[in-house]
Every structure is written in structure tokens, then in C-alpha cells.
């Protein structure tokens, strides 16, 4: 009886999620993360130690299309990089790109471990919407829902 109610007070303490928003959108997130920096074009959560998830706003003058070619060379660029994934995606009914590549360790670039990263981007009305989550390899799967729910979540304003 002692398990099951702790099970259940920790299932109920993971689906509690606030809600950010700024002029451009609006995203629930884990109560248990914090918000670390925020300014008009950004915001950082802290998700633990090794993780965080960041929203970056840009002014664009390009399309979905341009800005994807700009971002997956940008990333190739990397030393260390591998791409897992790449795919066309739909983010609050818009459409959008995705893409998970890992970044080997690389103390000359300020790389202290292996790394995971999860990028999804839209672009609307001249802005690019850049979410990024971030972890060390080991624990990336820890946050892999958690960041799949702050997705289904996300609304442009």
C-alpha cells in the first residue's frame, strides 16, 4: 500500500506544468523546471544538472525552407557532429523541421561531455522559432517526453 501511494504521488508531481508565454507564443512546461534566463528573444530552462531547453525568437527574411538549409549546414559544421534524424514535422499546426545529432566531446570548443540535442524550428511572419533541448548523452532520454509534451503544447500567438 506504502508503494503504491508514493508511485502515485510521483506520477502526479510529474504531469504539474506551468505555462510561459511571451508576445510571439505560449508553451507548458514542467513545474519542476526553471526558468534561468529570459529576455525579449529568449528563454533558458533548467531542466537538471546536464539538460536544459531553450526558445530562441528571430527576425528572418527567409522562408521555412531557406532557414532549414541554413540551420542543418550550420550544424554539420560541428566537429564531432552526427546527425540521428531529420524530418519534416507539424509544430501547432505549422509546418516545421526537426533534427537529433549528437556532439562528441571537444574540450577546444568548450565540449566537456558528449552531447544530445534535439532541434525544432518554424518559421512565421518573418520570425524564426528555434526550441533546442540539450543533454548530455547519458541522460537524454531522461527529459525525452517531458520535451515531446512542451512540443505538443507549443501555440504561436
Known sequence: MTKYFMVCIFLIQQNLMKKYENQFLSVSFPESWNISFENKDSVVFNIDEFSSFNILTQDVFFDLSSYSKLSFEQI???????????????????????????????EELGIYSDLKLKQVWAVLKGKAFLLTYTSKESTYNNSVEEINKLLNSFQFL
Open 76 to 106: 554539420k559544421k560541428i566537429s564531432g557532429t552526427e546527425i540521428i534524424s531529420y524530418n519534416d514535422i507539424d509544430i501547432s499546426e505549422m509546418k516545421g523541421k526537426s533534427i537529433v545529432y549528437k556532439v562528441a566531446k571537444n
